[in-house]
């Protein structure tokens, strides 16, 4: 409690510094997946101080730069996608990396080598402020000559503090002996209370200090369901519906707070982690959304929250949501399109139902041959190698499967992860593999085990006679058994 006083403090004090022209930083999670730099499209405007020679300087002390690294860069941050929006050499006198942004309204930035490890940081109205930093570790990143960014740091800090506390009182309630009753649990019922109602007074003390760092604490700090348990809704419920109890996501502000994408991310992983059934998650999620304007950047990085968030923790949702941002910003990409259209070919070759990639290569003899060439008929896509023991083990069964039914349709596509064509060939004829051949002869570098996602031999890929997955890694009695369901005797 001594610590949310004293962080009060800093706040009504960074509210003071604010009306002078400071507000607050901090890093974004190194964990967030691997997102999209660009340099297009323009830069938003923003309400810019009149006067094009008013500056603010960031300056950049970092160590374990590697030699060859000249520049640094500012982003501004879209959600799936980080746009590069300026910059930075060395300076000759002490080989900082200095920034000069033209003075506005507060926003935050990140800083880094690439946009897989960035130090957020606010810049707008302090004249200039120094940001320290190991390029290894940019998410520890510190400011100094900059109280907003302090106050931002305390932010982060006390967010931090009551989701440990949430934790351990959550893990205190359950750990009560089911004997002992509900007399037992009262004194942590009341302790959960305490908390949930010390979040309302940070929150509320946040409005009134600095908005923009209330909206983004908004996104993290949760109700707590135990403290709410008159309303008679089970946890996945209140969770699924009231994760963001807290936050006004019609409000405009929002569009400026890039914790909006790591809010969704964790929303996705909180309610996988309370064993949330898929369909309620999907429920929950255009729930949330419905209430963001569609034509707003917060429902665009809300969006891009859901994608991240689901791809860890729910397969089938991440391909159903990155399908529908495709279709809704293709003709607005920031770069993040064509990376979510590639994996969403690499996702495809996993799931039941959907269209195989395409696979062209090389022959044994030198020609080209691709999968399509194979549409209407009943397909086993083999990857194997002639120095892969089990692949070869398993070929005699994957003859005699091919010579039982391949009057009938079937019909299979061998994808060589070797290098050295002439043991390529000579596999084939040992095993008398009499079915069709490609190779890019890359070995564990190959574009078709990459298009796959194919990460070990053998395995294999059944289709049905329009390119669809039927199942994948078939092989022994189990594909003899779909082959005779497929076929028949």
Same mark, same amino acid.
């Given at each position: 409690?001594?610590?949310?006083?004293?962080?009060?403090f800093l706040l009504s004090f960074s509210?003071?510094?604010?009306?002078?022209?400071?507000?607050?930083?901090?890093?974004?999670?190194?964990?967030?997946?691997?997102? /999209?730099?660009?340099?297009?499209?323009?830069?938003?405007?923003?309400?810019?101080?009149?006067?094009?020679?008013?500056?603010?300087?960031?300056?950049?002390?970092?160590?374990?730069?590697?030699?060859?690294?000249?520049?640094?860069?500012?982003?501004?941050?879209?959600?799936?996608?980080?746009?590069?929006?300026?910059?930075?050499?060395?300076?000759?006198?002490?080989?900082?990396?200095?920034?000069?942004?033209?003075?506005?309204?507060?926003?935050?930035?990140?800083?880094?080598?690439?946009?897989?490890?960035?130090?957020?940081?606010?810049?707008?109205?302090? $004249?200039?402020?120094?940001?320290?930093?190991?390029?290894?570790?940019?998410?520890?990143?510190? /400011?100094?000559?900059?109280?907003?960014?302090?106050?931002?740091?305390?932010?982060?800090?006390?967010?931090?503090?009551?989701?440990?506390?949430?934790?351990?009182?959550?893990?205190?309630?359950?750990?009560?002996?089911?004997?002992?009753?509900?007399?037992?649990?009262?004194p942590v019922e009341e302790e959960i209370?305490?908390?949930?109602?010390?979040?309302?007074?940070?929150?509320?003390?946040?409005?009134?200090?600095?908005?923009?760092?209330?909206?983004?604490?908004?996104?993290?700090?949760?109700?707590?369901?135990?403290?709410?348990?008159?309303?008679?809704?089970?946890?996945?419920?209140?969770?699924?519906?009231?994760?963001?109890?807290?936050?006004?996501?019609?409000?405009?502000?929002?569009?400026?707070?890039?914790?909006?994408?790591?809010?969704?991310?964790?929303?996705?992983?909180?309610?996988?982690?309370?064993?949330? $059934?898929?369909?309620?998650?999907?429920?929950?999620?255009?729930?949330?959304?419905?209430?963001?304007?569609?034509?707003?950047?917060?429902?665009?990085?809300?969006?891009?929250?859901?994608?991240?968030?689901?791809?860890?923790?729910?397969?089938?949702?991440?391909?159903?949501?990155?399908?529908?941002?495709?279709?809704?910003?293709?003709?607005?990409?920031?770069?993040?399109?064509?990376?979510?259209?590639?994996?969403?070919?690499?996702?495809?070759?996993?799931?039941?139902?959907?269209?195989?990639?395409?696979?062209?290569?090389?022959?044994?003899?030198?020609? /080209?041959?691709?999968?399509?060439?194979?549409?209407?008929?009943?397909?086993?896509?083999?990857?194997?190698?002639?120095?892969?023991?089990?692949?070869?083990?398993e070929n005699p069964n994957l003859v005699?499967?091919?010579?039982?039914?391949?009057?009938?349709?079937?019909?299979?596509?061998?994808?060589?992860?070797?290098?050295?064509?002439?043991?390529?060939?000579?596999?084939?004829?040992?095993?008398?593999?009499?079915?069709?051949?490609?190779?890019?002869?890359?070995?564990?570098?190959?574009?078709?085990?990459?298009?796959?996602?194919?990460?070990?031999?053998?395995?294999?890929?059944?289709?049905?006679?329009?390119?669809?997955?039927?199942?994948?890694?078939?092989?022994?009695?189990?594909?003899?058994?779909?082959?005779?369901?497929?076929?028949?005797?």
């Amino acid at each position: 409690m001594k610590k949310l006083l004293f962080l009060l403090f800093l706040l009504s004090f960074s509210a003071l510094e604010a009306q002078h022209g400071n507000t607050p930083n901090r890093p974004t999670r190194a964990s967030t997946p691997a997102r /999209t730099q660009t340099s297009a499209p323009p830069a938003r405007t923003t309400n810019r101080t009149p006067g094009a020679a008013e500056k603010v300087l960031l300056v950049c002390k970092l160590w374990s730069v590697p030699s060859n690294t000249d520049s640094v860069n500012l982003y501004e941050y879209s959600g799936l996608a980080s746009r590069i929006i300026a910059r930075a050499g060395r300076r000759a006198s002490d080989s900082a990396f200095v920034f000069a942004v033209p003075k506005s309204s507060p926003r935050f930035y990140g800083i880094g080598l690439g946009d897989n490890a960035l130090a957020k940081v606010i810049l707008g109205q302090e $004249p200039e402020l120094t940001l320290w930093a190991n390029v290894n570790f940019m998410e520890k990143a510190r /400011t100094t000559n900059s109280p907003a960014n302090k106050a931002l740091e305390g932010v982060m800090q006390q967010i931090a503090l009551f989701s440990q506390e949430s934790e351990v009182l959550r893990t205190k309630y359950y750990n009560v002996d089911g004997n002992a009753g509900a007399a037992a649990r009262k004194p942590v019922e009341e302790e959960i209370k305490a908390l949930d109602k010390a979040k309302s007074r940070f929150l509320d003390s946040l409005k009134a200090a600095n908005t923009m760092l209330w909206r983004m604490a908004s996104v993290y700090i949760t109700p707590e369901h135990l403290a709410h348990k008159s309303s008679g809704q089970l946890e996945t419920d209140f969770y699924g519906k009231h994760y963001f109890d807290n936050a006004n996501f019609s409000d405009p502000g929002y569009n400026d707070i890039p914790d909006v994408f790591n809010g969704f991310e964790s929303f996705l992983s909180y309610l996988a982690r309370i064993a949330t $059934p898929q369909e309620k998650v999907e429920e929950y999620i255009d729930q949330h959304l419905s209430k963001i304007p569609k034509d707003s950047r917060t429902y665009r990085m809300a969006f891009g929250g859901v994608i991240s968030g689901a791809k860890t923790t729910y397969g089938q949702l991440y391909t159903k949501y990155a399908l529908k941002y495709i279709e809704l910003y293709s003709n607005n990409s920031y770069g993040e399109i064509p990376r979510l259209q590639f994996e969403m070919k690499k996702a495809s070759t996993f799931m039941p139902g959907f269209e195989a990639p395409d696979l062209t290569g090389m022959t044994p003899d030198s020609n /080209t041959y691709s999968l399509k060439q194979l549409r209407g008929k009943v397909v086993m896509v083999d990857f194997w190698a002639s120095w892969c023991g089990p692949c070869r083990r398993e070929n005699p069964n994957l003859v005699a499967n091919y010579k039982k039914y391949k009057d009938k349709g079937f019909d299979v596509l061998g994808v060589s992860l070797d290098r050295d064509a002439k043991a390529w060939v000579k596999a084939i004829e040992q095993d008398g593999l009499e079915w069709h051949h490609i190779s890019d002869l890359k070995g564990w570098q190959s574009q078709h085990a990459a298009l796959y996602s194919v990460t070990s031999i053998p395995q294999t890929l059944l289709l049905d006679r329009d390119g669809k997955i039927i199942v994948r890694n078939l092989r022994g009695e189990q594909l003899g058994e779909k082959l005779k369901e497929l076929f028949g005797e």
